[in-house]
Structure formats: C-alpha cells, structure tokens
DNA sequence: CGATCCCGCCACATT
DNA sequence: AATGTGGCGGGATCG
C-alpha cells in the first residue's frame, strides 16, 4: 500500500514527501494489523526507547518524517512487512500481544523486519519508479539512513546496488541522485549483452553438468596461481579495480555480473553457489570455502535488492545434490531497443538514458562524479592490485589436480581476460568494468562489446573441430554444449565467452574467434581499431549480427539458435580430423574482399556459413557462402573422418554464431609450453589485431605478435591456440618478414618439442604478406588478405576439404613438426612442471625475442616476472 | 542444521 | 585528522 501511495505521491523531493508516506503507514498499519499491539504502542508513543532515540527526536523536531521514521523500527516492520511479513510478524506479534512480552521484544522487529530486502523496499518507496524527466531527485544518504531507521552502512548496501542498475548516481558525497526506471531497461540490455559474452557459455555449461563442477571449483580448494597473473590483465573487474579501488569491486560490480548471469541464463534461473562461483573470478581456483561463503553471503544482499525491485525472486532448485537456493529472473528479458523496462509502463523510450550516461562509466552519475569515474578505470591502469585489495587472497599457490573444474575455471578466466580485454581495447580504455560498456549507447565500440558470448564448443584434443564461434546466445548453444563438454573429462572446455576452443591436452590450439564474418568484411578495415571492426563486423553480419548490437532492431537470438543446428550437425563432420588438432579459426580475413574471390575457401566463410547461414543469408559479400556451405559440408565430412568421429565436440561448436555477431573475437592460438616453455603458454591472438590485442600489446610490445602469456598452470589443461591469422600479429610487427618468421621461430621453439605448432598459419602461409604489408602494423587488411589468398589456394583446392582454416594448419604443422604429435593432448598438459619461466629467448628464436625485448624491456620483463612468479608458485 | 543475512568492525578513500 | 565508503565475516535468526 505504502508503495502506492508512495509512488504516486512521490513526487520529487522524496524527503518532504516523506512525511506523507509515514503518515499513511501509520494509517495504514494499525489497520492492517490492529492486533499488533506493537503498532499500537508505536504510535501511541514516540518515546525513544534507545538512548539515540533522544536525538531522533531532535531531528525529527525538524521534520516530522524523520521523527516517525526513528520509529520505524517499531513502525516499519509492520508496514513494510505488508503481506507476507505481515502475517508472519502477526503471528509474533499476536504470541506477544499475549502481553507478557514487553514492548521491546514487540517491538523489536524480528529479523526479517530488518532485512535489507525490506529496507530496500522502503528505500524504494520513497522515490518515483519512473521519475519525470525533470525532477531531479537528490538522496541523501544521511536523511535517507535517519528515516528508515538504519545506520548509513545499510544504505549503501542499496544504494550500491542501485547504483549498479543506473538507478540512481553517486553526484557527491553523501548524495545520490535518483533516476528511476527509465533507463532500466536500457542498463539491462546492456548487461545481458556483457553478460552472454562474458557468461553466455558458463551458464550453459552450469546449467547442464554445472553443478558438479561448480562444485567441485569450490569445493577443493583449489588455488591458482596462475590466475592471478591473469587475473591482473584478465579480469577487468577486479584487478583493474585494483587500481580503481576497492571500490569498484564488489557490490557493484558483482551486481551486474549477477544480473548479467540471469540474463544470460537461458533459465533465468541462477543458484547462488553457481553464481558464487562464476562470480569469484579472481581466484576461481582458489577460492576457498570461506571466500566463497563470503560471495554468497554478498549475493544475498544483492538479491535483497534486486527482488526488492521485482527483477528476481526467490526459487529452489532441486538438484542431484539436493536442493539448492536459486533465484529466478522476473524481470524483462527482452530489451527490444530500448524501451522500458518491463512493467508497463508507458513506453518512454526516454532518450535521456542514453543520454545521462553517456559514455559514462556505469556509475557515471548524472552530475560530477568524476571521483567514481576513476575506480572505474580498468586495466588501463594496470596497476597492480595489491596495494588496496585487502584480502584478495593471493594465495599462493599449489597444484592443482583439479580437473574438469579447474579447466573450467580457467577457461573462463581466459575467456574473461581476453574477452574483455579484446573489449576494453576496443573501448575506450578507460572503461573497465563489465558494465562499462553499458552506458555508451552510441559509442560503437559499445556495440561491439555486447556481442554475445561466442560459445565455442570445446573440442577435444583430438577431434580438431573448429568451431563457430559464434554462437550467439548461450541459448542456442546449450544444447551443444552438453555434448561439448563432455568431452572429457574435463579437458576440453568450452570457453565461455571466449571464442576459443579449447583442447584438452592437445599441444596447441586454436581458438576462433568468431570474427569469421568480420572478418571478412572487414577486409581492410585498417582502421585499426578494433572498434571499428566490431562495427564492421556487426555490420556484417546482417541478420543475426545486428542484434548485438544494441540496435534495437534485431537482435534476436532465436536465430542463431537456428543455426546452431545446422552447425551442429556439421560439426560432427568436422570433427573427425586431424591429429593435429588445430582447429581452424576462421580465417578471418576478408575473404570475400580480396582475395578470394568467391571461393568459399575461406574459412572465414564456412565458418559464416555455419553459424550464420541460417540466419543471414542475406549478408551480401557472404554471397559466396553457398559455396561455403557446400565446402563446409564436404569440409565437415573431411575432418570429421580423421580422427575421433564420435567427438562430443561436434555439437558445439556451431553454436557461435555469436561470434559472427562478434566483431572480433579473439582468436587465439594457443601453444603448448611443453618443451621450452614449460609452464607458461602464449596465446597469440589472430585476428584481433590491432588495437585490441592490446593484451599483448601491452605486455609484449615489440613482439609482433600479441601474444598473450599465460602461465601454464592455468591453461596447463587447455592449451589456446590463437588464432593467427589475423593480422595483428603479423601487422604489429614492423618487418614484415622478420614478423612472420619470428613468428614461426617462435612458436616453432617452443613448440617444438613437443608439439606441433601452428601457429600461424596465417603466417606461415602468408608470409609474404607480413612483410610487407607489415607497415602497417595493425592492419588488418593485410593480414586478411594473406589469409585468403592462402586459403583460396590452399583451400581452392581443397575448399572442400577444411572448412575451415584448418586445413591449413594441419599442413603447417606437419611441415614444421614432423614428430610432433598430435594431440593427445590432455594427457600431455603441460608440463607445467618445468616451469620455469624462459625467458625469451628460450622460447622461441632468440632474435625475435631479442628485438622484442630490447624494445620493450618493459614489458618483457614484467612479463617475465609473471612467468616466474606463476611458474614457481604452482609448485 | 543449513540457509539467511544482520550488524558493525575496521580498512581504505576522500575531504 | 575527520569523515565517507564499503569489504567482510562472525554469529544470530530463520526455517
């Protein structure tokens, strides 16, 4: 009832409106429960029974509100409690009316009188759901504390969480700044964009044989390392927060990433210890009980709020294990451009929501909030985290056994990094956490980043599938993804959002990015950015691609289900393959641009076919898919006959059609320490190019290729293979040719002992290209354009033959590697025992690292030092 | 007894 | 230094 009347009366300055409120809950309550002898006595007395009541009473002389709201405790409970608690609080009530009780112990709100799902929903009541535009409605949190009755703490725990939804901006200190609902939807929208790259697949997974793993992942203890280095560039959230501070880290931003699970969910339904698990990214590994009692303690304070605002609800799930407390997604799930949010209500589409945030970070707040503004700062800061984390828990480390579940875990670590950091490059840099994205309606990049999680099928070592990446929504891939993460036991995993696909113990490994499309039409984008690229890439995409993108428009997810089906279906055929087990990415290169002309060879382009056909025909360079598709069939057949026909992976990998949608997704290639590098892997990003690497630009500057080092500990189960074609790396380096060398040196190196190596099979095939071309670091043309030749060539013939790039790469490798072995990958692993950290040189051609270092010591070295430091500490 | 989660200490950030 | 923020987890309460 309050609501209501709130609501409506809530009018802008919920202070003074305040009064009114309190004045008809008053009513309201001694009707309701005229049993309660409480409320009577409430009302009937002010007096303070707490010695601060004196100075309520003080301040409520200055405002009435205040003064009943000091009651509230005794008030509040049994308004607030309105139904449900209501009845509940009778019930006590009523035993205490029986009088022996005293007041206090009536009075005294039970707990769930105080709970801060109640408190929120005083908190809400105060202000307008769907203020006017105009109104601009400033909260105090000191007055708003003082009237509900709770010490300040409370409210920020709202607040925060509020403010994680663009509810309401942090303007100043002590002050907020209420927005409402209007832009919810648009917040949400965001949100579950980020949150199907960043969860689309773990969800599934979880949703499927989650559980154990979760559990698992919790349960040991497991500790990572390694994931801290990762965690350092990787994850966006906390560690850059480390910089940011502290701040940024929790509530907030576990905020969104819970709602973002929801919304990535196809269930919608999520259980808190999944959640609790998803959402420690830091150390998933690690983690132990009490870190992930702690997180699940948080999210029950998030979900107070959130069901608070009727997003979520409470739910059991009933499981293997027995019953789990869950919480089911209530809110809207569709963000057709904009709109509002669910309720009805009037259709709005406010601009201003865009408008407000603007670029903002997240928490941009309406006024001058710069101060928060800066938590948000990501990696660009790259600080290291120690200094304000607290607990962080950087354990040290220790060895992990763990299994399916560590892979997991890191697996999504990996996919965390790179997707993010393949997202930051894009945008601004300064964005950093998860939402940031959110807030840039306009910003292209923006749009890049909510391309939905690329689901990638994992594949097995063995079974050299590709997989399209994109999947678009965890949805579609769901179904896939049972079959894909199956394959093993854990080795293969699916990357969550990653476009990458993992293989087991293989010695290297592609993963693809679902740039396919983009690729391609990319050609030459040039523009380096990567922005730019998504843009093109969404661009490209027609039908599926567009719904990423905010666009109102299209988006709609169903149809990459679709594809996925189809895709599926190919896969089992692709799977088959070679020993190697590289896996194509998809070439990424443009294709259809240049080089090849209309044959389908590209990968680029089977891979669209796949994932995309279905859906986007329409695209108009993909033309050429037709013949794509018939490559892919025949590519499919090829593959899947070579090896492990019965691979789980089949399935999954069509899902990506996200990828498509994707503009670029990372791909990465993995390669496998074994020999030289022992612990650490680097992951070479493909496409990603320019900008974006940024990862490895960062870290390795001069290195033409980006690569990304990881300690082998955390990828040990699964070796990423990056995908090489892509151009960056080529591009980075300023040779050309010494670019392509190097690379293969490189990855020859280091992979040499054991593994085969691939690497680049852009390089390798184009190398030409690379010099040249090369001036031009980033372009991405060129590399596409090398791509494509080859593939045109290589495939020309063969197009049937892979579908993908992978073809190529089987050959490459033999070439290089002559013994290497193929896959068997997982029991290989990595020896992450040696571990030792080589230093460049030992890696791969000395030379190569040489010009690298001495340009960027800097970096190196720091990358070194994590290697080190991963590599030691693991054992 | 497990699920919830209130409460408030206290570290870190901002003034 | 004072005050604002908010991580965190002990331990009370609920079911």
Redesign the pocket.
């Known amino acids: 009832e309050n609501i209501f009347d709130r609501s409506r009366m809530a009018p802008k300055t919920p202070i003074k409106n305040e009064p009114v409120d309190l004045s008809k809950q008053k009513g309201c309550t001694p009707e309701r429960n005229p049993i309660t002898p409480v409320k009577l006595v409430d009302r009937p007395q002010p007096d303070p029974w707490t010695p601060t009541a004196n100075l309520k009473m003080l301040v409520s002389a200055a405002s009435p509100d205040m003064r009943d709201r000091e009651k509230k405790k005794e008030l509040f409970r049994p308004v607030e409690n309105s139904e449900q608690s209501d009845t ?1 609080d009778l019930l006590q009530y009523d035993i205490v009316d029986d009088t022996t009780v005293d007041e206090f112990e009536k009075q005294r709100p ?3 009188q ?4 109640l ?1 929120c929903q005083k908190f809400l009541a105060r202000y307008p759901s769907y203020p006017l535009s105009t109104e601009k409605t400033t909260i105090s ?2 007055e708003v504390a003082s009237i509900l009755g ?5 409210i ?2 709202i ?2 969480v509020l403010e994680s939804l663009h509810l309401v901006s ?1 303007v ?4 907020y700044c209420w927005h409402g609902r209007h832009n919810l939807s648009q917040t949400l929208k965001t949100l579950q964009e980020a949150g199907e790259l960043q969860y689309g697949e773990l969800m599934t997974i979880f949703q499927h044989k989650e559980q154990d793993l979760e559990y698992k992942f919790v349960e040991r203890k497991k500790e990572t390392i390694p994931d801290s280095q990762f965690r350092d560039f990787s994850e966006p959230d906390c560690t850059s927060a480390s910089a940011n ?3 940024d ?4 931003i576990m905020s969104q990433k819970f709602v973002m699970l929801f919304l990535a969910s196809k269930t919608k339904i999520v259980t ?1 210890d999944i959640a609790a698990k998803i959402l420690i990214e830091d150390a998933q590994d690690t983690v132990d009980h ?2 992930f ?2 997180k ?3 999210l ?2 998030i ?2 709020v959130l069901t608070s605002l009727g997003l979520i609800k ?1 739910v ?1 799930v009933t499981e293997e294990r027995g019953r ?2 869950a919480f089911k997604w209530i809110g809207p799930v569709e963000f057709p451009g904009k709109t509002d949010e669910l309720r009805g209500h009037s259709p709005t589409s406010d601009p201003l929501p865009g408008a407000q945030r603007g670029a903002c970070a997240p928490y941009e707040t309406c006024a001058s909030g710069k ?1 928060r503004f ?2 948000h700062a990501s990696f660009n800061s790259a600080q290291p985290c120690e ?6 828990t950087s354990e040290p480390n220790s060895p992990r056994h763990e299994r399916q579940d560590e892979y997991c875990s890191k697996m999504i670590n990996l996919a965390a990094v790179c997707r993010q950091k393949t997202e930051e490059d894009t945008r601004n840099p300064s964005v950093t956490s998860p939402l940031s994205l959110l807030p840039v309606p306009g910003d292209s990049e923006f749009c890049v980043n909510p391309l939905p999680p690329a689901i990638f099928p994992v594949v097995q070592a063995d079974v050299p599938s590709f997989s399209l990446p994109n999947s678009i929504s965890s949805q579609a891939l769901q179904p896939s993804m049972p079959a894909a993460s199956k394959t093993e036991n854990g080795k293969a995993t699916l990357l969550p959002n990653q476009p990458f696909l993992c293989f087991p113990s293989s010695s290297f490994f592609m993963l693809c990015g679902g740039l396919q499309e983009n690729n391609l039409r990319e050609t030459l984008p040039t523009t380096g950015d990567v922005g730019s690229r998504s843009a093109e890439a969404q661009a490209a995409v027609p039908p599926a691609a567009c719904q990423k993108r905010s666009s109102h428009k299209c988006a709609s997810p169903s149809a990459p289900a679709d594809d996925e089906e189809p895709a599926a279906k190919k896969q089992t055929m692709e799977q088959g393959d070679v020993p190697l087990s590289l896996v194509v990415p998809k070439p990424f290169e443009s294709p259809k641009a240049e080089s090849t002309p209309g044959s389908g060879c590209t990968s680029a382009e089977h891979l669209e076919a796949f994932h995309l056909d279905l859906s986007s025909p329409a695209a108009p360079e993909t033309a050429d898919k037709e013949s794509t598709k018939s490559l892919d069939s025949q590519e499919q057949e090829k593959w899947s006959p070579s090896k492990d026909p019965g691979e789980p992976s089949s399935e999954k990998e069509h899902i990506s059609k996200e990828n498509a949608n994707q503009p670029f997704l990372p791909q990465y290639l993995y390669v496998r320490p074994t020999a030289g590098l022992g612990s650490f892997n680097f992951l070479f990003s493909a496409n990603q190019a320019p900008g974006p690497i940024s990862l490895a630009a960062s870290q390795l500057p001069s290195l033409s290729v980006p690569c990304v080092v990881v300690p082998s500990a955390a990828l040990a189960s699964f070796p990423l293979v990056c995908s090489p074609t892509v151009t960056s790396p080529l591009s980075l380096v300023p040779d050309g040719s010494f670019s392509a060398a190097a690379s293969m040196n490189f990855s020859m190196s280091s992979l040499a002992s054991t593994t085969p190596v691939f690497i680049g099979t852009t390089t390798v095939v184009t190398p030409k290209v690379s010099p040249t071309p090369s001036v031009d670091p980033q372009q991405p043309a060129h590399p596409a354009l090398h791509l494509s030749p080859m593939l045109a060539r290589s495939c020309g013939t063969v197009k049937l033959e892979s579908p993908m790039c992978m073809g190529h790469p089987v050959t490459l490798l033999k070439l290089q590697q002559p013994s290497s072995t193929p896959l068997t990958p997982k029991s290989i692993r990595p020896a992450r025992h040696e571990a030792f950290f080589k230093t460049p040189g030992s890696l791969g051609d000395p030379v190569a690292w040489k010009k690298n270092e001495g340009n960027q010591t800097r970096n190196a070295s720091s990358v070194q030092r994590r290697l080190e430091i991963s590599s030691t500490s693991p054992d």
């Open positions: 509940s039970s707990r769930k105080k709970s801060l799902g408190l949190l000191d709770v010490e300040r703490r409370r920020y725990d607040v925060n942090r100043a200190k002590n002050q501070s502290r701040k880290k929790s509530l907030r808190l009490s870190k009692k702690t699940v303690r948080r029950y304070d979900a107070n409470k059991h789990k407390p101060q800066t938590r200094g304000t984390r607290r607990k962080v």
